[in-house]
């Protein structure tokens, strides 16, 4: 089956660095993204990884290894706003996105 | 219109009736998908069309129909709704371009409530 496996949720403090592991088990693979999500609004579109390493973007970065079936999001600087869920979703063979339940990000001042 | 748009913002519905969840974009964009979002769980493909003309089934089909006419409209039918399809639904599209991320662009959500 397809499987992907995040944290249900995370704490951590404003200004502080926090890293949201996402680990798949899909049938095929063509990319790994990320979402942001805030409470009672749409998915948004942060990252995509396709090749082993590190993307790096602002505050964001999200890193993947293919052949441990694993990535993870790299927020630093937390801000408030940063007070999301993450989602993680994996692009199958099928280029259908398989998505985990999410983590909920909860910064503390 | 920018982006996506869904109507309406939400609903509540009694069981047995019939439902149409509406989805515009303006991106011309290829695909499009239709998700259920509940409580705990991913977001689940219900629907998708890589095309105007042509449909697929997602993960969870059942009780659910939908049509694409053309290349911006993308309606979700609930033949005969039932208190489990209580969810909040996502209308999502994807250029498909190549040398995009095929990343999806999903619109504002429909929280529907069945009794």
């Known amino acids: 089956g397809q499987n992907i496996d995040q944290p249900t949720e995370m704490t951590a403090t404003e200004g502080a660095i926090v890293q949201i592991n996402c680990t798949y088990q899909t049938s095929g693979f063509n990319g790994l993204f990320w979402y942001q999500q805030h409470a009672g609004e749409a998915p948004t579109f942060l990252s995509y990884n396709v090749l082993d390493g590190l993307e790096e973007k602002g505050r964001f970065s999200s890193f993947l290894s293919r052949s441990k079936g694993y990535s993870y999001l790299l927020l630093k600087e937390l801000q408030m706003k940063d007070s999301a869920s993450y989602l993680c979703a994996v692009m199958d063979s099928n280029y259908q996105l398989i998505w985990g339940a999410g983590t909920k990000l909860i910064i503390k001042p | 219109i920018a982006g996506i748009t869904q109507a309406p913002t939400s609903q509540i519905l009694a069981a047995g009736r019939r439902m149409t969840l509406r989805c515009t974009q303006d991106m011309r964009h290829n695909a499009m998908y239709w998700y259920r979002q509940d409580l705990g769980l991913g977001l689940r493909l219900i629907h998708y069309s890589n095309t105007a003309g042509t449909t697929g089934k997602g993960e969870v089909p059942d009780g659910y129909s939908v049509s694409r006419a053309n290349t911006d409209d993308f309606p979700l039918t609930l033949a005969s709704a039932v208190p489990s399809q209580t969810s909040v639904y996502f209308c999502?599209?994807?250029?498909?371009?190549?040398?995009?991320?095929?990343?999806?662009?999903f619109g504002p959500g429909t929280r529907l409530t069945v009794l």
């Open positions: 999502a599209s994807s250029s498909q371009a190549a040398g995009s991320y095929n990343e999806q662009f």
